[in-house]
């Protein structure tokens, strides 16, 4: 075997120019200029090859030689060193991928998926928020369970279904870089939650109105207003403040008014829109807004736009009521399940629920439209103090 370590580092800094060997193929050219480059010498596949491993000015002998004896290994392994450095610049490159761009890219790919293509930003708002202004410009490849414990260490009690979200957006995250063939480390999201711990806060349902007590409230929405009118359509329907807030007059054709699919929470993979049966108090309801209307749209805000979930929200807490808007969609729900023999499927239709599963309503087709435009019509009466007894057995199953 050729002799090895023939250079010393004092010896490099005074050579002349001209080519010395170290030994084991590992040479310095030094250049008449004075600087000098470390040049390793093999054979690979009967070829004889030589790689740079750098300037004097940036590697030292000791690491000249380190460096020498990892591609030495490669060539006893029979691998070409020099492709196989350009293989480990190529991961390298690949796993400098930072999480900002990852996650953006997986924002995008999953627009499809999301309401409104994800335009309200509900999806991508966690990340923004409290996950990339401190992980943002990491290679996703870096990314760690202490990372991720650091970023959301500060929200993880205070704002566990924040904090809940972030991290499960972010998973999402590591996974897409996974997909991109980066080296990410699938399982730091399950070991980062190890490190937080159990969430002390407990997620709170809406405060909602008791069904006894809705009639009252809906009595006092008697100003006309868009905000007035918008509450009792809200109450009347059972649907959520969003459909209700972009409702549009090309939307209701007789006593049904038709959401558009993609705009039903929870019904991301639905192709058919919701229709809402539209009783005789929400017809009523219906007229008064379209005096009011605004280029289509039912209720429209002040300035442009749609009224905001907000204002409706306002004007409960400035009656000093714990209940919001959604939860008249409890307050009607309680109601069916208390005055109400609704069979459980049509009870959740009419809350726009999905219900069963893909190939139980692969074969029922219906919507319980008719069956749901009774117990509307039911409820309006009950909304309206015109039903003072306790309804029982609207439908039969």
Partial sequence: MRALNRLSA???????????????????????????????RV???????????????DVSLKEAREAAEKWRAKVRENKDPIKERERERRNAARNMHLLKDVALDAFESRKAELKGDGLAGRWFSPLQLHILPKLGKVPVAAIDQNDIREALSPIWHTKAETARKAINRLGIC???????????????????????????????????LDWREVPVFYE???D???????????IL?????????????????????????????????????????LSTEALAVVDQAKRLARDG???????????????????????????RPHGFRSSLRDWIAETTDTPHEVAETCLGHTVGGSVERAYRRTDFLEQRRVLLERWSKHVTGQNGQVLQKVMSP
């Fill in 10 to 40: 004092k010896a490099v800094a005074a050579l002349t120019p001209g080519k010395y060997a170290d030994g084991g193929g590992l040479w310095f050219h030094k250049r008449e200029d004075g600087g000098g480059q470390w040049v390793l």
């Fill in 43 to 57: 054979t690979i596949h009967g070829r004889r090859r030589e790689m740079g491993l750098g300037s004097v000015s």
């Fill in 174 to 208: 590591l996974k897409h870089g996974a997909a991109l063939g980066l080296d990410v480390d699938l399982q730091a999201v399950d070991k980062a939650i190890a490190l937080l711990g159990k969430q002390r806060h407990k997620a709170q349902n809406v405060p909602a």
């Fill in 220 to 222: 006092s929405l008697s």
């Fill in 224 to 234: 006309g207003s868009v905000t007035h009118l918008a509450l009792r359509l809200l």
């Fill in 237 to 277: 329907t059972g649907v959520r403040s969003g459909p209700l807030r972009f409702m549009t007059e090309d939307q209701i054709e007789g006593d049904v008014w038709t959401i558009p699919a993609d705009a039903m929470k929870g019904r991301k993979d639905a192709t058919t829109d919701y229709r809402v049966p």
């Fill in 297 to 323: 749209v039912m209720f429209p805000s002040i300035r442009k736009g749609v009224i905001s979930d907000a204002t409706m929200s306002r004007l409960m807490e400035r009656r000093q009521m714990e209940a």
